[in-house]
Structures are given as structure tokens and as C-alpha cells.
């Protein structure tokens, strides 16, 4: 069974550019996650999706950030646009129901320069 | 509120040494604490987890750890270092047992042979 999976593993983009992640979360997970590690502190999380829809979105920073689940399938983030202190590690998991065990990706390495 | 936090962003032991990660808690509630590990290239796994059962909690790799209520405290420990164990180590707490994750800014284990 293949895990989450996150595209691109590393992005690099300019101050101003838009840039889109991806998560595909294990098949038949309703919950999935996204959280950001800045500059080697801690993980913090960003939001937290039900299928399609959005249960807990108390973490995403500003208006720059857009995520989508449609369908209820694979997410995405989008930055637009980036400023240099959207750099960080974005990770995502997915967890088949609230209380169980969330699986992470490698995460996505965002450089904005 | 919740929050973790983990004393030692570097920790660096010898092969076969006791390994003991730090990880202070504060919950508003009764705590879940979560041990993840993230090798190098890899996603976050978990280690181990405390859910209000057994105070000593045995998780993979030889790891466990122990909950100290008194101490607010879930250290991490190894008897015996390998050079595998060679990774970041998060300690995460919870509320109710969901993915909601408040991390702790991380430990670096180096392990020298």
C-alpha cells in the first residue's frame, strides 16, 4: 500500500511566484492534514480536512495560503504569492478516521528567495 | 493551551550509550504524547504514543518512554544506541487522541561509533 505522497519534494521560486503542493493521502483516509516547519523550529499545523471539507483551518498563517481537497481525494496548497518567510518544510498526513494513527509524507522543501 | 517542548536541539551519543531525549508537556487537559522520528529523506513515523493507559510506553526500535505527571515530562529512552537510531526525534501532544499535533522544535540524534 503506498503511503502519502508529496509533490515536489523541493521547490525553489522567486519572491511574488505562486507555487502549488501537492498530498495524496493513503487511499480511503477521510482526514488529512497539513503542517509547515519554519527555519528548523517546530511543526506547526495548518489545517485539517474532512473529505472535502475544511474542519480546522486555525493554523494557515494568511490569506496567501489556499488549500482544496475536491473531491475528497489528493490536496493541494497553494502560496500565492510567496514572500521569503513562506520557506520551510510543508508536511502533510492522512489518517483513516480522527483518533487514528496519521501517517506523514517527506515533505515538500519550499525555498522562496 | 498546549505545548511541548524538547531540551537539547543536538544530542550526539556513542554506539551502544543510553540515548535520553527530553520532552516537557503543558495541556490544559489530560495529555496523548506522541514520539515521531524522521530519518533522513523520510516522512515522520511514529515511535510511540501515550494514550492514558500504562505509564511506560514500549514503542519500535527499543525506544519507550515514560509519562511523569508530576514532572509533566515524556522522555524518551534507548538502553543502547545504534548508529540507525541517527535521525530527528519530535515529541507531540494532543488533545482527545486527534491529529491536531503541537510539536516540539526537535532533537537531532547523532550516534558516533
Known amino acids: 500500500e503506498a503511503g502519502v505522497t508529496q509533490f515536489p519534494s523541493h521547490s525553489v521560486i522567486e519572491k511574488g511566484q505562486t507555487v502549488t503542493l501537492r498530498c495524496d493521502p493513503i487511499s480511503g483516509h477521510d482526514n488529512l492534514y497539513w503542517y509547515r516547519r519554519v527555519m528548523g523550529k517546530e511543526i506547526k499545523f495548518l489545517l485539517h480536512?474532512?473529505?472535502?471539507?475544511?474542519?480546522?483551518e486555525s493554523g494557515m498563517p494568511n490569506n496567501r495560503f489556499l488549500a482544496e481537497r475536491t473531491g475528497g481525494t489528493y490536496s493541494t496548497l497553494k502560496v500565492q504569492p510567496a514572500e521569503l518567510e513562506d520557506s520551510g518544510v510543508y508536511f502533510c498526513a492522512s489518517s483513516q478516521d480522527l483518533d487514528a494513527e496519521a501517517f506523514f509524507g517527506q515533505g515538500t522543501r519550499l525555498t522562496v528567495v | 493551551a498546549q505545548s511541548v517542548t524538547q531540551l537539547g536541539s543536538h544530542v550526539s551519543v556513542s554506539e551502544g550509550a543510553l540515548v535520553l531525549l527530553r520532552c516537557n508537556y503543558s495541556?490544559?487537559?489530560?495529555?496523548?504524547l506522541f514520539w515521531y522520528v524522521q530519518y533522513p529523506n523520510q516522512g515522520l513515523q511514529l515511535l510511540l504514543k501515550?494514550?492514558?493507559?500504562?505509564?511506560l510506553v514500549k514503542g519500535i526500535n527499543g525506544f519507550e518512554a515514560e509519562f511523569k505527571k508530576s514532572e509533566t515530562s515524556f522522555h524518551l529512552t534507548k538502553p543502547s544506541a545504534h548508529m540507525s537510531d541517527a535521525a530527528e526525534y519530535f515529541c507531540?501532544?494532543?488533545?482527545?487522541?486527534?491529529?491536531?499535533?503541537?510539536f516540539g522544535s526537535g532533537t537531532k540524534l547523532n550516534v558516533k561509533p
Open positions: 507531540a501532544v494532543t488533545l482527545y487522541n486527534f491529529n491536531k499535533f503541537y
Open positions: 501515550y494514550t492514558s493507559a500504562a505509564t
Open positions: 495541556s490544559s487537559v489530560p495529555p496523548y
Open positions: 480536512f474532512v473529505k472535502e471539507s475544511k474542519q480546522d
